[in-house]
């Protein structure tokens, strides 16, 4: 399977994997794209099944996206990985890699990036063309052999003077071969992404999911820049939080503490969907600086603890320590923790008179009711979660699709875009 993505791997994947995928390939793209030496990624591996799943989904993810930045971002950071991968291959590496997409060139419908494509390669696939290119002492000036194609097939070069044209053919030196490469990748990425079939996406419950997440990481939100949560403005978004995180906000505001774990986990939380590191120290200083209600254990106090608090919260945001970029928890991890002073999982830790009072189930229908205790007595809490998600924003939404790998973050980000 080339790395060219002339197409796309077929077969079955769970949606986890998919997930993960997606969130490591952007992870790497991203290291790319600031300039510094990529890590191992296993997902990234040259023309992998992984490498090539990974490619297709984020063009659609693009066409779906509708924001320049981030379709610019990963047409850059692709034609990047590519230009990489090109200029490190060997003279054997280059034959295998052009015999591989002439495999695949011959199966496809003509189009009108594979013409020129179809000439490079079937010179690249030669031993000694392959070598005279790899050999270190070839230069960008060298002219040894010359292949011609049509002057639209290289308007770049055109544009820039770097080709002779004659009658309408451009001669292309093999000098500026590896760099005609380049450029054949991104047209065929950007064909790829806007002829990407947004209407067999935009109701798909796996493609909206994994779409959701890669908004958070890039702060794409709906005509406007990415939403900021403010200290003081976190009591009016709770409408949109999920059971557990509502949960420990009106534990915290009842008590102005919460366990070390509790505390992290709503931290992150709070910083997933939004809230920057000045907001986050302000937001938990207005409430340490408190005197403790009831019967918390915690016995610590903003004025004697400001520094270590201040460490801990930039910590957390990968600014201090190891400087780790921590996320926070999806549902599945909430609802395996041990039961803590606060409570987990409203679904799993609470007996049903608790749970109707947090919830405020008082609201919701007898049937939709019966349906929540339901799934609580056959311990799929997430499933009863999306039920009073699905109450809240008036929205079907497919529950069998959507527990796996389901967190409070993205619970936030449906309620808050529906």
């Not at 290289?154 to 002779?164: K, P, T």
């Not at 760099?179 to 065929?188: A, E, G, H, M, N």
């Not at 003081?232 to 009842?254: A, G, T, W």
């Not at 928890?329 to 002073?341: A, G, K, P, S």
Request: aromatic share 12%; glycine share 4%.
């Amino acid at each position: 399977m080339s790395y060219f993505y002339l197409k796309p791997a077929k077969g079955d994947m769970p949606i986890h994997l998919l997930e993960e995928i997606i969130l490591k390939r952007l992870e790497y793209l991203k290291v790319l794209s600031r300039g510094d030496s990529p890590f191992y990624n296993e997902y990234v591996i040259e023309g992998s099944v992984h490498d090539n799943v990974g490619h297709f989904v984020l063009c659609i993810l693009s066409a779906l996206a509708k924001s320049t930045e981030f379709t610019q971002f990963f047409l850059n950071a692709e034609v990047m990985l590519f230009r990489q991968r090109i200029f490190s291959l060997s003279a054997y590496d280059l034959r295998c890699f052009a015999k591989k997409l002439l495999h695949s060139i011959r199966k496809l419908d003509s189009v009108s990036v594979t013409e020129p494509l179809l000439t490079l390669c079937t010179c690249l696939s030669l031993k000694s063309i392959a070598s005279h290119i790899c050999c270190p002492s070839h230069d960008d000036d060298c002219a040894y052999y010359n292949i011609k194609v049509y002057f639209t097939h290289c308007l770049s070069f055109v544009a820039q003077r770097q080709v002779e044209v004659c009658k309408g053919i451009a001669t292309i030196p093999c000098g500026k071969w590896k760099k005609y490469l380049v450029s054949l990748f991104k047209s065929s990425l950007l064909l790829r992404i806007s002829q990407s079939k947004q209407y067999l996406y935009e109701k798909d419950p796996r493609m909206i999911e994994i779409l959701l997440i890669v908004k958070k990481i890039f702060r794409i939100e709906k005509g406007s820049d990415m939403k900021i949560l403010r200290s003081k403005e976190v009591d009016k978004s709770v409408q949109y939080f999920p059971p557990c995180m509502l949960n420990l906000h009106q534990h915290l505001r009842k008590t102005h503490r919460l366990s070390h774990d509790q505390r992290f986990y709503y931290s992150l939380f709070l910083k997933d969907i939004g809230m920057p590191v000045e907001e986050a120290i302000e937001f938990w200083k207005a409430e340490y600086c408190q005197v403790p209600t009831g019967r918390h254990k915690c016995t610590h106090h903003w004025e004697k603890d400001e520094k270590k608090f201040i460490y801990g919260i930039k910590h957390m945001y990968g600014l201090e320590g190891g400087r780790k970029q921590y996320s926070s928890l999806n549902c599945t991890r909430i609802q395996n923790m041990e039961t803590c002073q606060e409570g987990g999982c409203p679904f799993k830790s609470f007996d049903n008179e608790n749970m109707f009072q947090t919830l405020q189930l008082q609201k919701y229908s007898e049937p939709l009711l019966s349906q929540i205790f339901n799934f609580k007595e056959k311990k799929l809490y997430t499933s009863a979660c999306l039920l009073s998600l699905q109450y809240h924003t008036k929205t079907e939404i497919n529950c069998d699709n959507m527990t796996i790998n389901f967190s409070p973050v993205k619970y936030f980000t449906l309620a808050y875009e529906n």
